[in-house]
């Protein structure tokens, strides 16, 4: 089952750089939830929740592309870790496009059940994005 839930999440992540989001009508339970205080459809349960924040993110960033870096899988929780790169040619959450690239880390585990997940947490590097976008400045040398 290991395989398969890896299989599984590494689709989300195809599907996302793709934009083929019905697919995750396929892989996501409709009672789905999202852990990512990031996320500000995070509330919003099932595939049309997960939808969004894709949709949000690629009118942002339409060029973006997932890297899986490693998949780790124990039991019913699938861990990810990825790397995602983008240019910012779309507005994002208030922000103007900038034109500028970035290439942002995080991690994701996805808990499965029956094959589809059920509930996922997120942790990616926020700050760093939004320093490479010029809205929040690096932090200064010591």
Do not use: C
């Not at 989300?12 to 996501?28: N, P, R």
């Amino acid at each position: 089952m290991s395989d398969q839930n890896k299989a599984a999440a590494r689709r989300f992540f195809d599907a996302w750089t793709s934009g083929e989001l019905d697919a995750f009508d396929e892989i996501i339970a409709p009672d789905y939830q999202e852990h990512d205080t990031q996320n500000p459809n995070a509330s919003t349960p099932g595939p049309a929740g997960a939808k969004r924040t894709a949709e949000m993110y690629r009118a942002a960033f339409p060029d973006d592309h997932f890297e899986i870096e490693q998949q780790v899988a124990e039991g019913e929780y699938v861990t990810t870790r990825w790397t995602v790169t983008g240019t910012q040619d779309g507005e994002l959450m208030g922000m103007p496009a900038s034109g500028k690239q970035v290439t942002v880390s995080g991690i994701t585990i996805a808990r499965f059940e029956d094959g589809m997940i059920v509930e996922g947490w997120t942790n990616w590097d926020t700050l760093g994005m939004m320093q490479q976008l010029g809205v929040v400045p690096d932090a200064a040398q010591a």
